[in-house]
């Protein structure tokens, strides 16, 4: 068990902002723990049901009950839980304030490379009077788009995260996931795009993983380190698109945590290209102390070492490790088949 609460925090202020401006309440559930706690919350939650992240975060998803919610509904959810199936129910539920709203609430479980149910992942959209009389189906076939792909790439990552560690403790689960969902939030926006421009099966992977890489800069980085980036204007499939900017996230997150240790300036170089022969070369460089000669990297004794070489062996490609007169650099070759045309 956690020291405290906030080690399982996964954090909504960074995370999941498509879906808050979509108004697509996100909650994730832990059932290994005591009680069966809320353990993230997005900003759209927080919005809908008045009640702050820290006042979510710890408690059993039944503080949204309320005298007038249908135990039928409440009984229907605890079955799917129970039974570890995708349940969808429109169930009364109560904000702070004690004004009731019917929410519209698919809840499904999350599992590990094991086919072992981790976590709870749950849905919900409030259903007002013009949602119901517009086409009631419509909206819950959106949901399940979303949930559905959520819990695919939270299933990977978490696959990857015990993978060869089966001991892996519950807060590495979750400081990983915190550390990671932005990825995937940027992802999905991006493929919101495709979907408005009737491309659903690629991503713009330029503007994605320059978006990306500036975000990772901005919560990672620090005065005095600076970025760059060369990076191609390439289509790529949604999985590729999904690998690819875990592995970015992955490589600048190491990077600016531990190349320019006791270091006042610095340089982190990221570039993207096509290959000739098709597929794309990513390469993340810096300017730093350098990973020493004698480790070993991706190290796969740690969650992020795992992650890396999970993603790399899922694209089929390649990584190269080089070091420089000064810092490191990484090159990831993806093999052709990941790349479809120009944007």
């Known amino acids: 068990m956690p020291d405290t609460i906030e080690e399982l925090l996964l954090d909504d202020t ?9 108004q697509v309440s996100m909650i994730v559930t832990n059932p290994h723990l005591e009680d069966h706690p809320i353990v993230y919350v997005n900003q759209a939650f927080t919005r809908c049901t008045g009640y702050a992240r820290s006042s979510s975060i710890g408690r059993n998803c039944r503080f ?12 229907k959810l605890r079955r799917g839980i129970e039974n570890e199936e995708i349940t969808s129910v429109d169930i009364l539920n109560y904000r702070a304030t004690g004004e009731p709203f019917m929410n519209r609430l698919i809840v499904s479980p ?10 709870f992942i749950g849905i919900q959209k409030e259903m007002r009077a013009s949602d119901i009389s517009s086409g009631s189906e419509e909206i819950n076939s959106q949901l399940i788009e979303i949930q559905n792909r959520v819990a695919s790439d939270l299933s990977m990552i978490i696959g990857m ?10 807060p590495e689960d979750f400081a990983a996931l915190s550390r990671r969902i932005e990825t995937l939030q940027l992802l999905y926006e991006e493929m919101k795009l495709s979907d408005r421009q009737s491309n659903r099966d690629s991503i713009q992977m330029g503007s994605y993983l320059s978006r990306l890489a500036a975000a990772i800069a901005h ?8 970025l760059s980036l060369q990076i191609e204007p390439l289509h790529v499939p949604i999985e590729t698109a999904t690998r690819v900017g875990l592995v970015l996230s992955e490589l600048l997150t190491n990077a600016f ?25 990513l390469i993340v460089s810096d300017d730093g102390v350098g990973i020493p000669s004698k480790m070993r ?3 796969t004794s740690n969650v992020g070492g795992r992650i890396v070489s999970g993603l790399i062996e899922g694209l089929e490609g390649t990584l190269q490790l080089g070091r420089g007169a000064a810092g490191s650099f990484i090159t990831i070759d993806v093999p052709a088949g990941a790349t479809l045309t120009d944007e």
Do not use: C
């Open 14 to 22: 960074r995370a999941f902002e498509g879906f808050t401006r979509a």
């Open 64 to 75: 949204l009950q309320g005298p007038n919610t249908e135990k039928a509904d409440v009984d």
């Open 110 to 119: 999350i599992h590990d490379n094991h086919g072992k149910t981790q976590y």
């Open 161 to 170: 995260i015990r993978q060869q560690s089966g001991a892996t403790s519950v």
């Open 219 to 226: 919560t990672e980085g620090r005065p005095g380190i600076r």
């Open 257 to 281: 945590q531990h190349a320019f240790d006791r270091m006042d300036m610095g340089l982190v170089e990221v570039r993207m290209s096509r290959l000739s022969a098709g597929g794309l070369r």
């Open 297 to 299: 990297w991706p190290d």
